[in-house]
T-cell receptor
Framework: NAGVTQTPKFQVLKTGQSMTLQCAQD?????MYWYRQDPGMGLRLIYY???????DKGEVPNGYNVSRLNKREFSLRLESAAPSQTSVYFC??????????????FGQGTRLTVV | GNSVTQMEGPVTLSEEAFLTINCTYT??????LFWYVQYPGEGLQLLLK?????DKGSNKGFEATYRKETTSFHLEKGSVQVSDSAVYFC??????????????FGTGTLLAVQP
């Protein structure tokens, strides 16, 4: 059972470099999410996608872009990395609208350091 | 807006001690409430949930009761083990019209259980 798979697990970038974090789920879920986790701040939603072809901003979207490539895949791109984007990034998926009671499944995270 | 407040950590306990981690929420309507657990180096996984007032969620010896009158969902366990050491997140989900039903997390509480 793969669940939610994120790549890479670790990454170090220099300020100004770009990169894409990949996420794929095999549970046929409609909704997918990108969160960042910072000490003392819990998880904050960056972007989410309610269904294939749709994306919306979360709490902290600045400096990020996303692509819902198909139902399985939801990528997060940093166009010009900044030290403030040093964080642990989690992708998650869940059933879509109307399924309030279902849980979200999380990937194992990507630890990103921007120097 | 919707929000979750949980007690600051870290919480340090001896094995077999009683655990309470407080969680209160602010939301209109009737959100679903969740506790997620994050073991070191891993993503979040659902621990338990409750979907309506007075529901009690339980799993692995942990329990939490949805108290609408006090807007609380405190996590308890009668006898903790070293293997329970992790970060615990309280979360809510409320369906919000045309938007996807996003999870809103608290800041997390680190639990350290000593032998």
């Amino acid at each position: 059972n793969a669940g939610v798979t994120q790549t890479p697990k670790f990454q170090v970038l220099k300020t100004g470099q770009s990169m894409t974090l990949q996420c794929a789920q095999d549970m046929n879920h409609n909704s997918m999410y990108w969160y960042r986790q910072d000490p003392g701040m819990g998880l904050r939603l960056i972007y989410y996608s309610a269904s294939e072809g749709t994306t919306d901003k979360g709490e902290v979207p600045n400096g990020y872009n996303v692509s819902r490539l198909n139902k399985r895949e939801f990528s997060l791109r940093l166009e010009s990395a900044a030290p403030s984007q040093t964080s642990v990034y989690f992708c998650a998926s869940s059933e879509g609208q109307g399924y309030m009671n279902t849980e979200a499944f999380f990937g194992q995270g990507t630890r990103l350091t921007v120097v | 807006g919707n929000s979750v407040t949980q007690m600051e950590g870290p919480v340090t306990l001896s094995e077999e001690a009683f655990l309470t981690i407080n969680c209160t929420y602010t939301a209109t309507g009737y959100p679903s409430l969740f506790w997620y657990v994050q073991y070191p180096g891993e993503g979040l996984q659902l621990l338990l949930k409750a979907t309506k007032a007075d529901d009690k969620g339980s799993n692995k010896g942990f329990e939490a009761t949805y108290r609408k009158e006090t807007t609380s969902f405190h996590l308890e366990k009668g006898s903790v083990q070293v293997s329970d050491s992790a970060v615990y997140f309280c979360a809510l989900r409320r369906f919000s019209g045309g938007a996807t039903n996003k999870l809103i997390f608290g800041t997390g509480t680190l639990l350290a259980v000593q032998p």
